[in-house]
């Protein structure tokens, strides 16, 4: 009997730097540019305090990442690290929950996208969704010409992106160390009618929490990282380390130029927040570099979350949990283009929802319930493949799981809904392939 044929590898291409800047431009996004003002509505300006919980979370689950996708340097993630320490129906859960957290955040970032260039363009709201969708299909034909190019593409928005904040930082010092500098207190003083401080505070971390995930970009690219057992773990620290300074003092310059209730303000109609904010200050261009930095940041978060979820995609077609036709790679053995497409029509699909809220908020559950089953499959590494101590594990695990339970109460009942929904649709698909 003739053995069965492994299926085509991706080449190995990526290094630490190159790493590092796939995963900046999956966290310098919508996270930063948008959803920064929709956590302030939460909580008021405790969102900075948010910001530093949510930070801590990132690390832990990030170490967890590094670890795991050290220890078995293959595409797919969480995914695949659930069917080789968890069980095949936690496996899947953690494909499943990728799936739809990442494809919501990349829902929203077309729509902060959108919004970002209406208002440069003085363009009406209702224009919002169909640029949007625009934007979906150019950022998948841009992955599906290859990831060198799109490599190269990523490189110069992020660089855009970076100068952008350092930009916005530095013109608001003056006006935050000036006698116009707002307020900081009442801190724990939700902006949003009818929100209890704690309710609001916990769901505050639970969104900005969102804006730190891009490091999973990462280890879902395992397969083709250069020396993956030393580069993943640096990658992803460097990339935490520099997303958590930007934050930080983005959040500290727009809180205290504008204060807390006009920020929350500012995420509605076209939701172009640091922008308003960037019109106060004295410093001409400002607001209008602030505005390219957005829209470049968008687009490098729809770059990367399309190139990440075709390889979850990828894997999820080689184990029979997708149909097989998902597992093909082009003649260059680079590209899964069913993945690719399949990917950006689900994408597209999402963004015309036009809710950022929601599509955000739907995104903060299925992500930590998916980082929850990444510190669970940490937890299981034998003592030569931990590179950390698993109290970190520990850390990330208790605090998705509880972060996960203060998101809207109709969004966790629709993501433990779906995670039934995809548990009955993957046993019935691999059933019908005779996989048990």
């Known amino acids: 009997m003739c053995a069965t044929p492994a299926p085509p590898q991706l080449k190995r291409q990526i290094g630490v730097f190159a790493a590092t800047l796939l995963g900046l431009g999956s966290i310098l996004g919508t996270g930063v540019f948008v959803s920064l003002a929709i956590a ?19 690390t832990c689950n990030g170490l967890s990442s590094a670890q795991l996708a050290a220890a078995h340097p293959v595409s797919g993630g969480t995914y695949e690290y659930g069917y080789r320490w968890l069980h095949p129906r936690l496996g899947f859960t953690a494909g499943w929950m990728f799936l739809c957290a990442k494809s919501a955040s990349a829902a929203t970032a077309a729509l902060g996208f959108a919004g970002y260039l209406l208002h440069s363009i003085d363009g009406p709201v209702a224009w919002a969704v169909p640029l949007a969708v625009g934007t979906v299909v150019l950022m998948t034909v841009l992955t599906l010409t290859g990831l060198k190019r799109s490599t190269l593409a990523n490189t110069v928005i992020v660089g ?21 500098a707002k307020s900081f207190e009442p801190f724990f003083e939700p902006v949003d009618v009818g929100k209890a401080p704690t309710a609001g505070f916990l769901e505050a971390c639970a969104l900005m929490f969102v804006a730190y ?14 020396q993956p057992q030393r ?21 500290v310059v727009a809180i205290g130029t504008t204060g807390a209730t006009e920020l929350a303000s500012m995420v509605q109609g076209d939701a172009a927040p640091l922008v308003l904010v960037a019109h106060q200050f004295s410093t001409p261009g400002v607001s209008l570099l602030v505005s390219i930095g957005a829209m470049t940041a968008m ?12 390889r979850v995609v990828l894997a999820m077609g080689r184990r029979g949990d997708l149909p097989t036709l998902f597992s093909r790679l082009d003649a260059a053995q680079s590209t899964p283009t069913a993945a690719v497409l399949l990917v950006g029509l689900i994408i597209a699909g999402l963004a015309c929802v036009g809710s950022v809220r929601t599509t955000w908020s739907f995104s903060a559950f299925t992500v930590l319930i998916y980082y ?12 030569g493949e931990r590179l950390y101590s698993p109290l970190f594990a520990w850390g990330g695990l208790a605090s998705c799981l509880f972060l996960a339970g203060w998101v809207e109460p109709i969004i966790w009942q629709a993501g433990l809904a779906l995670i039934a929904l995809g548990l009955v649709v993957q046993m019935m698909m691999r059933r019908s392939v005779g996989v048990s």
């Open 40 to 58: 302030t509505g939460a909580t008021g300006p405790a969102v900075l305090l948010a910001v530093v919980i949510a930070a801590g979370v990132a």
């Open 213 to 226: 995930t891009g490091y999973g970009r990462i280890a879902t690219l395992g397969e083709e990282i250069e």
């Open 231 to 251: 580069n993943i773990p640096l990658a992803i620290i460097w990339t935490l380390v520099l997303s958590m300074l930007l934050y930080m003092g983005v959040a």
């Open 299 to 310: 687009l490098g978060v729809l770059l990367n979350l399309i190139l990440g979820l075709s």
């Open 372 to 383: 929850a089953l990444t510190n669970l499959s940490a937890l299981r590494l034998n003592p």
């Open 160 to 180: 855009t992106t970076l100068l952008s904040l350092v930009a916005f930082i530095l013109a608001g010092l003056p006006m935050l160390l000036g006698p116009s």
